[in-house]
């Protein structure tokens, strides 16, 4: 049902052309997702710039694809998501077929293994990354057991492989000046760079926006970074998870775990157990559950 709700809304989206750049401006076509819209939207700040953002993605966002042309080459300059996989209606082979050299890629911020269980929706669908492991349990031993596991610690869900496998992701497919990987292997222990796997923080967000002004020849404040209105703005929602004090352990974080996290392993592990009953228990997200 909520995938055939999903899909009338794409549809509806599609029937809606993208407003046309303001005339004199510095035109600018977004083309990604959420975290590139977030760019899109401070982009417009800057000087005569104006800054449009289409969604590249099957599963979320507007695209129509006659004005998504149009704006595409009109548009002075493109920041593009590079993602390399994903529900995506243009590769990024067909961008720069389509668009030419005028597109500045932006790596895809996805990052697993920061909390040891995370949530997500996907297509009317709740997902798990992390959740392997403690599906296996709950299958062999019940939804109690593995609360109990996980809360003493004797369940672990290998969060430091998944954060560097994600980090490793990030690396193969950065492309140009914009590149994010190494300050969040800098900095990813002395504070919150993920609101989820897909969400980053106000700060990560603001980060990839100063390196993109940078390549783009934009001047940017650095006291943008830490302030406080820009970093609400630029903060994307987060979603249920399991953070625990065995992931600040392990992972060597310098901030503290989420409070309610034996509440939160409560609640997701009996979400698991109902979708493993009914049999839709989908074990790890897949590489196509792009945000």
């Known amino acids: 049902m909520f995938e055939k709700i999903a899909s009338q809304v794409r549809e509806l989206r599609k029937n809606q052309p993208l407003r046309k750049f303001k005339p004199g401006s510095l035109k600018i076509a977004c083309i990604g997702n959420c975290v590139v819209n977030k760019l899109s939207y401070f982009l417009r700040s800057k000087g005569n710039a104006d800054s449009l953002f289409f969604s590249n993605l099957t599963n979320w966002g507007n695209y129509h694809r006659e004005s998504f042309l149009e704006r595409g080459h009109e548009a002075d300059i493109i920041v593009a998501l590079m993602a390399r996989r994903g529900r995506l209606h243009n590769s990024e082979d067909d961008l720069i077929r389509e668009f030419g050299q005028k597109i500045v890629f932006v790596p895809l911020v996805w990052i697993e293994g920061l909390a040891s269980l995370q949530s997500f929706g996907a297509a009317g669908s709740t997902k798990f990354s992390g959740g392997a492991a403690i599906g296996r349990h709950i299958q062999e031993h019940g939804v109690e057991d593995a609360v109990k596991a996980v809360t003493r610690g004797t369940l672990r869900t290998n969060p430091s492989a998944r954060f560097q496998k994600s980090l490793d992701y990030i690396r193969q497919i950065e492309q140009g000046s914009v590149r994010i990987s190494d300050f969040i292997e800098d900095r990813h222990r002395d504070e919150p760079l993920m609101n989820s796997i897909g969400h980053p923080t106000g700060r990560l967000v603001l980060e990839i926006f100063s390196r993109l002004c940078g ?49 939160q392993t409560k609640s997701l592990l009996t979400i698991m157990g109902n979708q493993i009953k009914t049999g839709n228990f989908l074990q790890e997200l897949g590489e196509a559950d792009l945000a």
Request: cysteine-free.
């Open 215 to 263: 390549h783009l020849d934009i001047k940017f404040d650095k006291n943008f970074l830490s302030n406080p209105f820009a970093l609400s703005q630029s903060s994307l929602s987060g979603g249920p998870r399991i953070f625990s004090p065995y992931d600040v352990e392990e992972l060597g974080l310098k901030y503290d775990h989420d409070p309610d996290w034996m509440l």
